[in-house]
T-cell receptor, first 114, second 110 residues
Framework: NAGVTQTPKFRILKIGQSMTLQCTQD?????MYWYRQDPGMGLKLIYY???????DKGEVPNGYNVSRSTTEDFPLRLELAAPSQTSVYFC?????????????FGPGTRLTVL | KNEVEQSPQNLTAQEGEFITINCSYS?????LHWLQQHPGGGIVSLFM???GKKKHGRLIATINIQEKHSSLHITASHPRDSAVYIC????????????FGEGTQLTVNP
């Protein structure tokens, strides 16, 4: 099992550009999550999904969009990138809801918006 | 005030020392998670617990639900334990979401 994979590892964007961060898991997990981690701050939930076709907003969804067409994939779309979106982005997954299950993280994507 | 507070924020220890990292939370929870973030940035789950105590190798996690407090202990610390340790809680009312503490930076010197 590869676990949770993310691409790209690093990316530099100009203000106003768009991009998609890819996330794939091969553990047949129902739940998938996108977090951002800013320096010195705790992880913040951007969006999550409880299964294919079902997504919901987290704490900081503005400026992002997601889709979940398959169990395996959960891409995060940044539209009109802004310097405030400079962060490290982590994708994660779990089989059951987090109150009852371990969460597995991808390696992260370091994004800089200039 | 954050819903999840960790202390200390930074901790430096000598190899072999016993280490304790604390986590306090203010909401009703379904489970508490301890995570480790390596210097390279990767995050792994260490423990998930809703009561009592769990042990894995040199790591021990405890939780007191009444006091809304958890501790992570590392016995016989080693430089390879140097990492950020993160406490996160799954709130009773939020279903599938976690609230994270800001982390404790641990440095273990040889």
């Amino acid at each position: 099992n590869a676990g949770v994979t993310q691409t790209p590892k690093f990316r530099i964007l100009k203000i106003g550009q768009s991009m998609t961060l890819q996330c794939t898991q091969d553990m047949n997990h129902n739940y998938m999550y996108w977090y951002r981690q800013d320096p010195g701050m705790g992880l913040k939930l951007i969006y999550y999904s409880v299964g294919a076709g079902i997504t919901d907003k987290g704490e900081v969804p503005n400026g992002y969009n997601v889709s979940r067409s398959t169990t395996e994939d959960f891409p995060l779309r940044l539209e009109l990138a802004a310097p405030s979106q400079t962060s490290v982005y982590f994708c994660a997954s779990s089989y059951r809801r987090l109150g009852a299950d371990t969460q597995y993280f991808g390696p992260g994507t370091r994004l800089t918006v200039l | 005030k954050n819903e999840v507070e960790q202390s200390p924020q930074n901790l430096t220890a000598q190899e072999g020392e016993f280490i304790t990292i604390n986590c306090s939370y203010s909401v009703g929870i379904s489970a508490l998670h301890w995570l480790q973030q390596h210097p390279g940035g990767g995050i792994v789950s260490l423990f998930m617990l809703s009561s009592g105590k769990k042990k894995h190798g040199r790591l021990i996690a405890t939780i007191n639900i009444q006091e809304k407090h958890s501790s992570l202990h590392i016995t016989a610390s080693h430089p390879r334990d140097s990492a950020v340790y993160i406490c996160a809680v799954g709130e009773e009312t939020s279903g599938s979401r976690l609230t994270f503490g800001e982390g404790t930076q641990l440095t273990v010197n040889p």
